[in-house]
């Protein structure tokens, strides 16, 4: 059995194979690329969304960079500061 290469599919995906790879869905990977979190363009007369690899491939960095973040803020002295994280005194 052969693998296919990461690039097999071609530069752009569909938004299908988009919300595929990030085990999402339709509707959610639309919702990425509405609000411009993940940059996407359209192509074609009907102007169908196209996500091209390299940006999912940087989104998909930059979520990983977010989750350690925030795990590193997690354990931080700062995160038990109520007035940075929202809570207030009695």
């Known amino acids: 059995m052969t693998t296919a290469s990461p690039y097999s599919i071609g530069r752009f995906l ?3 194979e988009t919300a ?8 959610q990977a639309y919702a990425l690329v509405r609000t411009g979190e993940l940059p996407a363009i359209k ?11 390299d940006r999912l491939e940087d ?5 990983y960079e977010e989750s350690r973040r925030q795990a590193l803020w997690n354990q931080s002295d700062y995160a038990n500061i109520p007035e940075l ?6």
């Open 14 to 16: 569909t938004l299908a």
């Open 20 to 27: 595929d790879l990030l085990n999402v869905s339709l509707s």
């Open 43 to 53: 192509v074609g007369g009907s102007g169908r969304w196209r996500v091209e690899r």
């Open 59 to 63: 989104y998909i960095e930059g979520k």
């Open 85 to 90: 994280t929202g809570d207030r005194f009695l």
